[in-house]
C-alpha cells in the first residue's frame, strides 16, 4: 500500500514523490472514505426507516430551553482555538508535518495567541447569534427527522473510535505511557481497533436512545 497520496501520484502521474500532497496518509484517507460512506448509508437507512414507520421523528420540545448560548459559544470558541492554535505552528513547520501530521497535530505545541483571539472571535460571534433569535413560545414543539442526526451519529463515532482504540493502545503498552504520560496521550500513532469499535458502539446507542431511535435499528 502506498505510504501517502505522493507514492500514488507518482505512479499515476510521475510527479514528485514527498511533496505536498505527502500530508495526506493512506490509512487517513481511507479512514476519511470510510466516514463519508458510513454517513450516506446511515442517513439512506434512517429515510428508508422512517417512510416504513418503523422509527419515528424526533420531538424536541421548548427548543429555546435546547440551545444554550453559553455551551455553543463555548464549543466553537474551542474549536477555534484549537485551529488558531495549530494552522499557524503547522505552516511554520510544515516539513516536520509532511513526515508526520498526527505527531505535530497531537502535541502541545502550537501558536497561543491566533488560537486565543480565533477562539475569542467565534465564541463571541455564536454567543450573540443565538442571543438574537427571535424566541420560540413555550410550549413549542420542533420536528426534527431521524436521518438529519446522520451527521451527528458519525461524528460521535469517529471521535470516539479514535479516542477508544487509543486508550485501548494505552492500556496494553502501560509502561510506555508512564515513561511519557504527554508523549503517549499526544501520540498520533498506536490505535487498538477494538477500543474503537467498543466505545463507539456504547456511544452511539446512547446517542441513539437519547434522540429516541431503538439500538437495534443501528444494529
Not at 502521474?13 to 495526506?24: A, E, K, L, Q
Request: charged share 15%; hydrophobic share 45%.
Amino acid at each position: 500500500m502506498y505510504p501517502d497520496l505522493s507514492y500514488f501520484f507518482h505512479d499515476l502521474f510521475g510527479t514528485d514523490v514527498d511533496n505536498w500532497t505527502s500530508i495526506f496518509k493512506t490509512f487517513g484517507v481511507f479512514l476519511a472514505l470510510t466516514f463519508i460512506s458510513a454517513y450516506h448509508i446511515i442517513k439512506k437507512e434512517l429515510i428508508r426507516k422512517e417512510e416504513e414507520g418503523l422509527i419515528q421523528k424526533i420531538i424536541i420540545e421548548n427548543p429555546n430551553e435546547s440551545v444554550s448560548a453559553w455551551k455553543e459559544s463555548l464549543i466553537n470558541g474551542l474549536i477555534g482555538f484549537f485551529f488558531g492554535f495549530k494552522i499557524p505552528y503547522i505552516y511554520q513547520n510544515f516539513e516536520a508535518f509532511k513526515a508526520d501530521p498526527a505527531s505535530q497535530i497531537f502535541t502541545s505545541d502550537g501558536n497561543y495567541l491566533t488560537g486565543s483571539l480565533l477562539g475569542v472571535l467565534l465564541a463571541v460571534y455564536y454567543y450573540f447569534s443565538i442571543k438574537n433569535q427571535p424566541p420560540v413560545p413555550k410550549g413549542t414543539k420542533l420536528y426534527e427527522h431521524p436521518y438529519q442526526k446522520a451527521g451527528t451519529i458519525i461524528l460521535i463515532a469517529a471521535f470516539t473510535g479514535i479516542l477508544g482504540s487509543r486508550l485501548l493502545s494505552i492500556l496494553e503498552n502501560l509502561d510506555s505511557f508512564f515513561e511519557d504520560p504527554m508523549g503517549q496521550l499526544l501520540s498520533g500513532s498506536g490505535l487498538t481497533i477494538y477500543g474503537g469499535l467498543i466505545l463507539a458502539a456504547i456511544c452511539v446507542a446512547l446517542y441513539a436512545r437519547k434522540i429516541g431511535i431503538k439500538v437495534a435499528h443501528m444494529a
